[in-house]
């Protein structure tokens, strides 16, 4: 089993990392160079046809590609710590909160980088003002996920799970564009400070975000 | 249990709704009115904070909201057919297409919703040009999935899953707010008159959509 990531990676891969970590399981690990273009090259192509990382391959040769559908895959063969649950309702219930922090969270931070950033505008057509307007919806949603931290230690309730590892990636990358999370939402940055701390992520130590 | 929905609902409802009829599963669904603004109603926000249906009320009173946790709930009390794999690797890549479709079939479909559509204009501030710039997405996206199903008869393989599902509310959403498939999608044309043509998918006659 093989994973091609990339060195300092963004949001998607660096989740498989802290995913692999948590479980203590080492694999061969084949970092690409995004900056050379390597992703777009026929054989990478091959593997995931959107030429991104993360990809997990398989000893047989078959390909999964999406970070969550890896750990997804990681979480089955390697169950200890469980990640995405122990029974059918929380399976469920994490699964939703990986979708609300992709949608909520992600998709704010997202926009921002591909329409308002500097570092993006070479790349393609920036919309600024649209780009701009992600900061609001950032923030509101950052108050949200404060909100729901209020009572509970986890993005999921009692457990560290996949929902935490998509969360803390977002407002880690988010924070390194320039998003920063509102000083008020002392709860969230609380729940930042927990889960930055744990081993999984502390041993990572080797990346810029 | 208990469904709470939308009548002629959106592409997210619907996603529930077909996947019951493909396990010949009825619960009882309440409707509720959106126009009246009965989810943002005290009693429905405290079954889900991001006031939203589709939510699955268990008889305990647990919730589930976001359409593809409902639907991998459903997945587990029901599992015949299987919508959402049937080992380990089919799971992970089930995942892989629904969160495909979410990110790059969707999202320009909810841009050009939010950003570029007459009926959301009264609703928010819209960036026009950004919302009519996510036509070139939707169709850069068709081609793609386009491009997939010359080989096989479903998103996924050779079985129809939650991914086919993800899909089809979302190319009927897209087609209904006037971003339709390019006609040279042959392939992703033939495949939307086949799951559309599914009993589970004519069943639900009464929508608009």
Chains 1, 2 share one sequence.
């Not at 593997?47 to 750990?71: F, H, M, W, Y």
């Not at 929380?90 to 950033?117: C, K, Q, S, Y």
């Amino acid at each position: 089993m093989k994973l091609y990531s990339a060195p300092n990676p963004a949001p998607n891969p660096r989740r498989v990392l802290i995913c692999l970590a948590e479980k203590g399981v080492e694999i061969q690990i084949t970092d690409l160079s995004l900056m050379k273009g390597q992703h777009k090259e026929p054989d990478f192509v091959a593997k995931n046809s959107r030429a991104q990382v993360p990809v997990l391959e398989l000893d047989d040769g078959r390909t999964i590609s999406e970070s969550i559908a890896i750990c997804r895959y990681l979480d089955e063969l390697y169950p200890n710590p469980p990640l995405f649950g122990r029974d059918a309702f929380e399976r469920a219930e994490i699964d939703m909160w990986v979708r609300r922090v992709e949608f909520n969270l992600m998709t704010p931070v997202g926009n921002f980088w591909v329409h308002a950033h500097p570092y993006t505008a070479r790349l393609g057509t920036q919309h600024k003002d649209f780009g701009e307007g992600n900061r609001d919806r950032w923030e509101s949603a950052a108050r949200w996920f404060d909100g729901e931290l209020s009572c509970r230690e986890f993005i999921c309730g009692t457990e560290f799970t996949i929902a935490d590892i998509a969360a803390l990636t977002t407002v880690d990358f988010a924070t390194w564009i320039g998003l920063k999370i509102p000083k008020s939402c002392t709860h969230l940055l609380l729940w930042q400070t927990r889960v930055s701390n744990r081993p999984s992520v502390k041993s990572l130590n080797t990346m810029v975000i």
